[in-house]
């Protein structure tokens, strides 16, 4: 058996939504914001594709695509962990 | 090194690695000990990651890279430090939009270099591949879907769009069925359309997706969007993992995967605390059709009120008091009001700990990230199960601008909207004070029983004002 790109993709993808399953079950309440505002940072993983996607000087439509991919990507990421990071601060504080 | 080298081995190693930063990040960010480290490692995951992307492109133009990630760091930054916590969820939604737009971007990118620029004449699924072509389709159904949908989503939060409430279009699921299996037909023409005749169909795909997303979103009401917002973050998640397989990378399809799930997984979470299916959920229009429902009159009879003075006398004697928050707590930003109040009610000796519904708010864990900006501490927050036991010997209970979730019909009638919901005991305790600024109806549009119950005495009037009025009548005791 040989597995083409697409089926080891999909392997790839079943067996990572199962890590995702099993890692979230039995979350306090408590961290549900955080935690979906921490994982929707990770969505922003894309920012990956983004950037090969912005690679040459010209302002092509695919160039100005790829860069404004790079920026809601990144708005996504930074914003995303930032605020998480806000919102987990205040949980941490009160260990005095 | 040559630059084969890196591609082939050291940039794979380096994704390899963020992966695994991932995984420890997520499942860090599930206890509340090591939840703010597990941030820290995603985040870290993430840099490294951006590395290796570079890494692996060499040598080549950068200004539209850096300039797009300096202009995206601003923005994001700004936006992260300057929100209020009371606007977390709205935040939470805007973000969720930017990441699946970017998503259905790079796929589209990716196709106009390949397909459009390089004035290839065979078929879109001949040049980018048949499994690259549908991915990139499907990137951009899910991403713009994610977009739109996101923004009614924070619109709703805010309480524009007709205040929250459902929109409900005639004929609304014949068209938006009809929009989806378009949509997907377009995209599936743009697969096998030959060259720069796909373009049409990658643009009709691209309108269709992102009116879908406000198709779809208009229908539910405010109070459903903690659900919705959950669901768009799954969606958000899929739209990287597709966009994954349009490049051909295995962290894009890993990390948005687990995105997906965790996000889906949160959204059954919700459904679950509400006794309703998700369908129920997405098809809208909840507490309109049948506002008749619930049984009996919407008027209120036996309604008695009070003021803080009398509250604050009951609250004197009082050994035990829950104090149950809700969306009224928010929108009056009264978090430090009421952490105020229980210091001073713990300084009497009295016991005060916290009921929080699982979807009070207008998200997942809302009042718990509220209250924690409060300093309350997270141990005096009690979930659904662990304190309804306790309401039967509580001497007060404090409702603020919580309404569905106390309703006692939602166990007694089986014809009410909300029948079956888990809902906090309150009514079993010994007073309860209702602070709310008018006996308007909650999310579900019917009457709360609890309001005419005998041990019930509202307080009129802005959760904020009403405590600050408690805490000096309590000072003055």
Not at chain 2, 114 to 138: F, K, P, R, Y
Not at chain 2, 246 to 261: E, H, K
Not at chain 2, 401 to 413: I, L
């Amino acid at each position: 058996m040989t597995l083409g790109p697409l089926l080891i993709g999909i392997y790839v993808f079943v067996l990572a939504s199962f890590v995702g399953f099993e890692m979230i079950t039995k979350v306090p309440p408590t961290l549900h914001t955080p935690l979906m505002s921490g994982a929707n940072a990770i969505s922003g993983i894309t920012i990956v594709g983004a950037v090969a996607a912005a690679t040459t000087a010209p302002p092509t439509v695919a160039n100005i695509l790829g860069a404004l991919a790079i920026v809601t990507a990144t708005i996504n990421v930074v914003g995303g962990f930032l605020v998480t990071d806000r919102m987990l601060r205040m949980f941490g504080k009160k260990k005095k | 090194m040559s630059h084969d080298v890196i591609r082939s081995t050291v940039v794979p190693i380096i994704y390899l690695l963020s992966t695994v930063l991932f995984i420890f990040g997520i499942k860090r960010l599930s206890k509340v000990k090591t939840a703010r480290q597990g941030n820290t490692l995603a985040a870290l995951g993430m840099l490294l990651a951006i590395v290796g992307a570079i890494l692996e492109l060499g040598t080549v133009d950068y200004r539209w890279i850096a300039g797009g990630m300096i202009l995206g760091t601003i923005i994001g930054a700004t936006f992260a430090i300057r929100v209020q916590m009371t606007s977390m969820p709205e935040m939470v939604a805007l973000f969720n939009g930017f990441g699946g737009i970017a998503s259905a971007l790079v796929a589209t990118s990716v196709y106009w270099e390949l397909v459009v620029q390089q004035g290839a004449s065979g078929t879109v699924a001949d040049v980018v591949g048949t499994d690259e072509a549908i991915t990139v389709m499907l990137s951009i159904l899910i991403g713009g879907i994610t977009f739109t949908g996101s923004i009614i989503a924070l619109m709703k939060l805010q309480g524009n769009l007709k205040k929250g409430q459902p929109i409900l279009l005639p004929a609304r699921h014949f068209i938006t069925f009809g929009l989806l299996f378009a949509s997907i037909a377009f995209g599936a023409t743009a697969v096998v359309a030959a060259g720069s005749d796909s373009i049409l169909w990658v643009l009709l795909l691209a309108g269709g997706s992102l009116v879908l997303g406000i198709l779809l979103t208009i229908p539910i009401g405010g109070a459903d969007m903690p659900v919705v917002v959950s669901l768009l973050n799954s969606y958000s998640g899929v739209a990287a993992s597709m966009a994954g397989f349009v490049i051909g990378n295995p962290l894009l399809i890993i990390g948005g995967a687990m995105v997906g799930a965790a996000g889906l997984i949160l959204t059954q979470i919700m459904c679950v605390a509400m006794n309703r299916s998700l369908l129920n959920v997405l098809v809208g229009g909840f507490g309109v059709a049948d506002g008749a429902g619930g049984g009996g009159s919407d008027e209120y009879t036996n309604v008695t009120s009070c003021g803080p003075e009398e509250a604050a006398m009951v609250l004197e004697d009082a050994e035990s008091v829950i104090i149950i928050p809700g969306y009224g707590l928010a929108v009056a930003q009264a978090q430090h009001a009421v952490r105020e109040l229980a210091d001073m009610l713990k300084a009497r000796g009295t016991k005060v700990s916290y009921g929080i519904h699982p979807v009070a708010g207008r998200m997942p864990g809302h009042m718990n990230v509220l209250l924690a900006e409060a300093d309350v501490p997270y141990e005096e927050l009690l979930e659904m199960d662990v304190i309804n036991p306790e309401f039967k010997s509580t001497d007060v209970v404090i409702i603020l601008g919580a309404n569905d979730v106390v309703n006692p019909v939602a166990s007694k009638d089986p014809s009410s909207p909300i029948a079956g919901m888990p809902i906090l005991n309150a009514h079993e305790a010994r007073s309860v004070f209702v602070v709310k600024r008018s006996l308007s109806p909650g999310y579900a549009g019917i009457k709360n029983e609890l309001f005419e119950y005998d041990n019930t005495m509202m307080i009129f009037g802005d959760a904020k004002k009403v405590l600050q009025g408690l805490i000096g009548e309590v000072k003055a005791l």
